[in-house]
C-alpha cells in the first residue's frame, strides 16, 4: 500500500485525520476531491509547469472553500503543490481508499448495472456482500453500463477480484458457448 509516493501521501493524510477524529469526514471530502480532479480541465491547470504556484494556490484556495473541504485536506492539497506531486492526486484518492477501508474493516462493493438501482436493492446487495466477506463495513459504488443489457455485477475483494456476475449478458455468452457460437458477437 505505501509502497508508492501515493500510498505514503495517503497514509499520512489517513494518520492525520484518525489522530483527528475525522477518518470519516476526510473520506468524504477525498470523494470530492477525486470528483474535482476527474476534470480534465482542472487536473490540466494543476499539472501544468508553466503556471506559477500562487495561481495554483489561489484556485485551490476557492476550490476548498467552495466545496467545503477541511483545513487539513486544503493544507494538503497546498503541500502537494508545494512539493510539485499533485500529478499524484488520482492516485493518492485510490490509495487513501484501500487505507480508509483497512482501518474501518470495511469492504468495498462495485455495482454495475443498466440503471441506477434503489437504495433498497443496494442495501441488500450490502448485506450480502457483508455476509460473504464477514466485513464490519460495505460501501457501494454505483456504475452504470448498459452493455449488460439487463442485471447487475458485484466487484468486491482486494482489488475487485471476485466478482457476482448476475448480468443477461453473461448468460447470452453462455448460451452462445454452450452452443458453440464463438464466432456469433452480441450486439449491444
Do not use: C, W
Not at 452462445?176 to 456469433?184: K, N, R, T, V
Request: glycine residues 4%; aromatic residues 6%; without cysteine.
Amino acid at each position: 500500500m505505501a509502497d508508492s509516493a501515493a500510498g505514503s501521501y495517503a497514509a499520512a493524510l489517513a494518520d492525520v485525520a484518525k489522530s483527528n477524529g475525522t477518518l470519516e469526514a476526510t473520506s468524504g471530502d477525498m470523494e470530492k476531491v477525486d470528483n474535482l480532479f476527474s476534470d480534465s480541465q482542472i487536473y490540466d491547470f494543476f499539472v501544468n509547469p508553466t503556471i506559477d504556484l500562487e495561481n495554483k494556490r489561489k484556485v485551490l484556495d476557492e476550490i476548498t472553500s467552495s466545496s467545503k473541504l477541511q483545513p487539513h485536506v486544503a493544507n494538503f492539497l497546498n503541500i502537494l503543490i508545494d512539493m510539485k506531486r499533485i500529478e499524484l492526486v488520482k492516485e493518492i484518492v485510490k490509495e487513501f481508499e484501500l487505507v480508509f477501508n483497512k482501518l474501518t474493516d470495511t469492504e468495498l462493493a462495485i455495482v454495475t448495472s443498466v440503471v441506477k438501482l434503489e437504495s433498497q436493492h443496494l442495501s441488500q446487495i450490502a448485506k450480502g456482500v457483508q455476509r460473504l466477506t464477514g466485513a464490519k463495513n460495505v460501501r457501494i459504488k454505483t456504475v452504470i453500463d448498459p452493455s449488460l443489457v439487463a442485471g447487475f455485477t458485484i466487484r468486491y475483494g482486494s482489488s475487485g477480484s471476485k466478482l457476482i456476475d448476475m448480468s443477461v449478458k453473461k448468460q447470452l455468452e453462455e448460451i452462445a458457448a454452450q452452443l458453440d457460437l464463438g464466432d456469433i458477437q452480441l450486439a449491444v
